[in-house]
C-alpha cells in the first residue's frame, strides 16, 4: 500500500481518517489504525453481507473493497459528490443557508426517500446524525445519502439478518433522529417552513 501520508486528506472522524483515492478520484479510503478499527471492521462486515444480498448501493456509498497494511485497515468505496464533482454539504451544511420552498420540499422528500431506502433492504444504521448524511441537489430533485455509520452496533447483529427487526430498528432510530435532531435544527435554521 502506498504511504498515505502523501494522500489527500478529505475528512476526519473520532476513529478514521477519509482520503481520496490517489489513483481514482471517485473513490475514498477511510483508514483507521488497526488497533483502533472497531467502526470498520462492523462496516467491513456490513458492507460484506449488503453485497451478498444484492442490495443496491442507492443511498449509501459503492463498497469496493478492503485496504490493509501492518498498521491500518480501512473501507475502499464510492466518493460521493454533486453534478459539480464536489462534496455536497452534511445536513448541518446545508441547513445552514436559507432554503426556497421548493428547495424544502425537496430536502424533506429526499429524506423520506432515504428512510424508505433504508426500510426496503433493511440497511440498518448505526449512527444516524447529521454529519453522516450528505444533501445532493441535483436539477429537479434532492437525494440524501447516508455515508457512515452502517450496520448494527450490538454484539450479535440480529437486525441485519431479522427484517423485522431490523425495520423496527430502523423506524425507532429514524423516529429519535428526526424528532431531537433534523426537525429542532431546521425550525431554528428555516422557520416553520414545511416541517
Known amino acids: 500500500?502506498?504511504?498515505?501520508?502523501?494522500?489527500?486528506?478529505?475528512?476526519?472522524?473520532?476513529?478514521?481518517?477519509?482520503?481520496?483515492?490517489?489513483?481514482?478520484?471517485?473513490?475514498?479510503?477511510?483508514?483507521?489504525?488497526?488497533?483502533?478499527?472497531?467502526?470498520?471492521?462492523?462496516?467491513?462486515?456490513?458492507?460484506?453481507?449488503?453485497?451478498?444480498?444484492?442490495?443496491?448501493?442507492?443511498?449509501?456509498?459503492?463498497?469496493?473493497?478492503?485496504?490493509?497494511?501492518?498498521?491500518?485497515?480501512?473501507?475502499?468505496?464510492?466518493?460521493?459528490?454533486?453534478e459539480s464533482a464536489e462534496v455536497p454539504p452534511s445536513v448541518a451544511g446545508y441547513l445552514t443557508k436559507q432554503l426556497t420552498p421548493e428547495q424544502a420540499r425537496r430536502f424533506w422528500a429526499g429524506l423520506d426517500a432515504l428512510k424508505c431506502y433504508l426500510l426496503a433492504y433493511n440497511v440498518v444504521p448505526c449512527?444516524?446524525?447529521?454529519?453522516?448524511?450528505?444533501?445532493?441537489?441535483?436539477?429537479?430533485?434532492?437525494?440524501?445519502?447516508?455515508?457512515?455509520?452502517l450496520g448494527a452496533s450490538e454484539l450479535i447483529p440480529l437486525p441485519e439478518y431479522v427484517p423485522w427487526l431490523g425495520r423496527r430498528k430502523i423506524q425507532r432510530k429514524w423516529a429519535r433522529f428526526m424528532a431531537k435532531t433534523v426537525k429542532p435544527h431546521f425550525a431554528a435554521t428555516q422557520g416553520c417552513q414545511a416541517l
Open 1 to 82: 500500500m502506498p504511504d498515505v501520508r502523501n494522500w489527500k486528506i478529505i475528512g476526519r472522524g473520532d476513529e478514521r481518517i477519509c482520503y481520496l483515492h490517489p489513483n481514482n478520484p471517485a473513490r475514498c479510503i477511510k483508514l483507521s489504525r488497526v488497533e483502533k478499527a472497531k467502526q470498520t471492521h462492523r462496516e467491513l462486515r456490513y458492507f460484506r453481507l449488503l453485497k451478498r444480498r444484492k442490495v443496491p448501493f442507492t443511498y449509501i456509498p459503492e463498497f469496493f473493497g478492503i485496504v490493509r497494511d501492518d498498521e491500518v485497515i480501512g473501507i475502499e468505496q464510492q466518493l460521493v459528490l454533486d
Open 127 to 149: 449512527d444516524l446524525v447529521m454529519s453522516n448524511l450528505l444533501v445532493i441537489e441535483r436539477s429537479n430533485t434532492t437525494d440524501v445519502m447516508l455515508i457512515d455509520g
